[in-house]
């Protein structure tokens, strides 16, 4: 396993803050890499943006004019057959709304940060490939987050994650 941190691209814009700083999140990121078996270099781009703009992008590219709390846009892969032996996988951009997440935080009886702890590893094992619109591949997802949230720094407030978060919105 490499011992390699990902490049990531933080952007966070003016009018938001995000309970979890930089490293934090470079902390969950290398996390779940590491653990996911992933040894090439990657980049991966973390957005933090406000309600209005999540919503233009669920509604742009997954038809949904509305809010949500994390949005992945895979481009690479890291086991992609056409990429080089150690060339850095451009493994794609999360993008995360913490007003929408403070809402959901409450919603859920979780703090602001081990909400957003979770939806980092949500929106990374998106990027890796997992997937959660087949009830057995939402099972094995959740199961997944769990593992790894239990390996994350954490205000002790997420005991199992809830399949219903993610699963039930995009049937509606």
């Excluded at 949500?122 to 990027?127: K, P, V």
């Excluded at 239990?150 to 049937?171: A, K, Q």
């Amino acid at each position: 396993m490499s011992s390699e941190r990902a490049t990531i691209d933080f952007s966070v814009d003016d009018r938001v803050s995000c309970a979890l700083d930089a490293d934090e999140m470079q902390l969950i990121c290398d996390t779940v890499l590491a653990e996911e078996g992933v040894r090439r270099p990657c980049y991966i781009s973390v957005s933090i943006v406000d309600d209005e703009q999540i919503r233009e992008l669920n509604a742009q590219w997954r038809s949904q004019d509305r809010p949500t709390d994390v949005l992945s846009f895979e481009c690479e892969r890291p086991d992609d057959p056409g990429l080089a032996e150690g060339e850095p996988c451009e493994l794609g951009d999360i993008v995360l709304a913490p007003q929408y997440i403070a809402n959901q935080a409450k919603a859920f009886g979780t703090t602001e940060a081990d909400e957003t702890r979770l939806l980092l590893v949500h929106g990374l094992l998106h990027l890796l490939g997992y997937d959660h619109m087949e009830e057995s591949d939402a099972r094995a997802m959740e199961r997944r987050e769990d593992d790894l949230i239990r390996l994350l720094p954490s205000d002790h407030t997420l005991s199992s994650v809830v399949i219903t978060r993610h699963h039930e919105e995009d049937s509606t």
